[in-house]
């Protein structure tokens, strides 16, 4: 393993361990669902995909919500974990090819990880509710994915650049 790979695979656990953590703080607001307003997973998976790469975002974003249901009991595993799984894989995946490919272009790279990422959060939470015979229709993703979530959306818009731009230069990966 190179020495940039182990640098790369701590500050992955760095951002796991951030994912972990955020939720449970986040609980202390007073908003009701205050996970689904602000997203806190969503920040570390992102910047570990701008940072490490799309390989080490997409293994972040996967992991992230299995352990937080193994220490925590939520997201329930089916079918929100398992959506949350997929949606947060794709967005470390994403956000580190888009802002390779890009050249460093962090809101270009964010919004196309977001959408992305709602999408596959979309289909795979139509599919895994409808196996498990709970209707999630159109409307619910619209709601949920969407108007419920958008003060997260812009937390992750505004937070994001000022966090990997210092970062990005203070750290060489």
Avoid: D
Avoid at 14 to 35: F, R
Avoid at 104 to 121: A, N, Q, V
Avoid at 139 to 158: C, M, T
């Amino acid at each position: 393993m190179t020495k940039s790979s182990t640098k790369k695979l701590v500050f992955t656990g760095l951002c796991i361990a951030i994912g972990l953590l955020l939720p449970q703080v986040i609980k202390l607001i007073p908003i009701p669902n205050a996970g689904s307003v602000l997203l806190p997973m969503h920040i570390p998976v992102l910047i570990c995909g701008i940072v490490c790469g799309a390989r080490f975002g997409a293994i972040s974003g996967l992991i992230l919500p299995f352990i937080t249901f193994l220490l925590t009991g939520m997201p329930p595993l089916f079918p929100i974990g398992l959506s949350m799984m997929l949606e947060l894989a794709t967005y470390g995946l994403v956000i580190g090819l888009a802002y390779q490919y890009t050249n460093g272009k962090i809101f270009i790279s964010l919004i196309t990880s977001m959408i992305l990422g709602r999408i596959i959060y979309g289909l795979a939470s139509t599919v895994l509710y409808n196996m498990g015979s709970m209707p999630f229709g159109f409307e619910a993703f619209i709601s949920g994915a969407l108007i419920v979530a958008l003060p997260g959306i812009i937390i992750q818009l505004i937070l994001i650049p000022f966090i990997v731009k210092p970062l990005k230069n203070s750290i060489a990966i």
